[in-house]
């Protein structure tokens, strides 16, 4: 089992940042074998791909809706991923989730089987 711990969320302006971090912990869990991903949901939105990054050879992909404004990266000594958020939107208000899974598809919702519990990011205009 994989458990994943999301902090970091908040209320912020428009034009602000924000750092998400995803802590990962489990008996089974190997960080060089995983992919961690960062979706997002709004109200009456389906959950959609913001982020992602391969743990072992670093590879990263971002959704256009993010690119040049956030940087996912990772901590190898504290198994942690953290999501940067700069130049912060009132479209990019959500629920942010932390995924993880092995061999999957980066942008693949459906092939992430470990889910965080959420943390709520509000832009304000």
Do not use: H
Request: proline share 2%; net charge positive.
């Amino acid at each position: 089992q994989v458990q994943l711990l999301e902090s970091g969320g908040g209320l912020v302006q428009a034009g602000g940042s924000l750092r998400l971090s995803c802590a990962a912990s489990g008996r089974t869990f190997n960080s060089n074998r995983y992919t961690m991903g960062w979706f997002r949901q709004a109200p009456g939105k389906e959950r959609e791909f913001v982020a992602a990054i391969r743990w072992n050879i670093g590879n990263t992909y971002y959704a256009d809706s993010v690119k040049g404004r956030f940087t996912i990266s990772r901590d190898n000594a504290k198994n942690t991923v953290y999501l940067q958020m700069n130049s912060l939107k009132p479209e990019d208000t959500a629920v942010y989730y932390c995924a993880a899974d092995q061999a999957v598809l980066a942008r693949d919702r459906g092939s992430y089987n470990y889910w965080g519990q959420g943390t709520q990011v509000t832009v304000s205009s």
